[in-house]
T-cell receptor, first 115, second 113 residues
Framework: AQSVTQPDIHITVSEGASLELRCNYS??????LFWYVQSPGQGLQLLLK??????LVQGIKGFEAEFKRSQSSFNLRKPSVHWSDAAEYFC?????????????FGKGTKLSVKP | DSGVTQTPKHLITATGQRVTLRCSPR?????VYWYQQSLDQGLQFLIH???????AKGNILERFSAQQFPDLHSELNLSSLELGDSALYFC????????????FGPGTRLTVL
């Protein structure tokens, strides 16, 4: 069955420190991938996306992610975290070749930022 | 602002009741997806409509139903509500049938008492 794993439920980083949030998926088909961010009481905002091509993708708010097919991973990174980045982050995956267009989401990683 | 609107923002109702959640997709988007977000299950796909037709079902209960109207707005109907149906319900829209980014609305928070 298709699944998306975000191993870290909660991460705390200091403001100005670097950040990496992990995402792994399981399924044999070729994926397309997204990272979304959700602030408390808000909807999901698309941070970045990967469909094909260059495996390092840039997103909004200074975020980037790298698709590694050999590791079935799509980790999210930011070189310097700002206090406003505190939120919950969701990795989502769709698969080419399937009959459905819905996304499969990880359980999310909650990011706290220390001043 | 994603361009996807959902009403109402909050809904409080009692067990056994029926409610309707409404979603208007971004202008030009033909696909509407409904997702349920709860603390224990996370974000779960419920149902997908494309240009008025049901295309896929996920973990949607038989007590729940949806439709997409000719103007492309969609409604999610939840009936015989139970305490466990309390959750955030999101609508997302995308341009095509598959392989598109999805834009999410602000959600409807349903509380069943």
């Amino acid at each position: 069955a298709q699944s998306v794993t975000q191993p870290d439920i909660h991460i705390t980083v200091s403001e100005g420190a670097s950040l990496e949030l992990r995402c792994n998926y399981s399924y044999g088909a070729t994926p397309y991938l997204f990272w979304y961010v959700q602030s408390p009481g808000q909807g999901l905002q698309l941070l970045l996306k990967y469909f094909s091509g260059d495996t390092l993708v840039q997103g909004i708010k200074g975020f980037e992610a790298e698709f590694k097919r050999s590791q079935s991973s799509f980790n999210l990174r930011k070189p310097s975290v700002h206090w406003s980045d505190a939120a919950e982050y969701f990795c989502a995956v769709g698969f080419y070749g399937g009959s459905q267009g819905n996304l499969i989401f990880g359980k999310g990683t909650k990011l706290s930022v220390k001043p | 602002d994603s361009g996807v609107t959902q009403t109402p923002k909050h809904l409080i109702t009692a067990t056994g009741q029926r409610v309707t959640l409404r979603c208007s997709p971004r202008s030009g988007d033909l696909s509407v997806y409904w997702y349920q977000q709860s603390l224990d299950q996370g974000l779960q796909f419920l149902i997908h409509y494309y240009n008025g037709e049901e295309r896929a079902k996920g973990n949607i209960l038989e007590r729940f139903s949806a439709q997409q109207f000719p103007d492309l707005h969609s409604e999610l109907n939840l009936s015989s509500l139970e305490l466990g149906d309390s959750a955030l319900y999101f609508c997302a829209s995308s341009a095509g049938l598959q392989y598109n980014e999805q834009f999410f609305g602000p959600g409807t928070r349903l509380t069943v008492l």
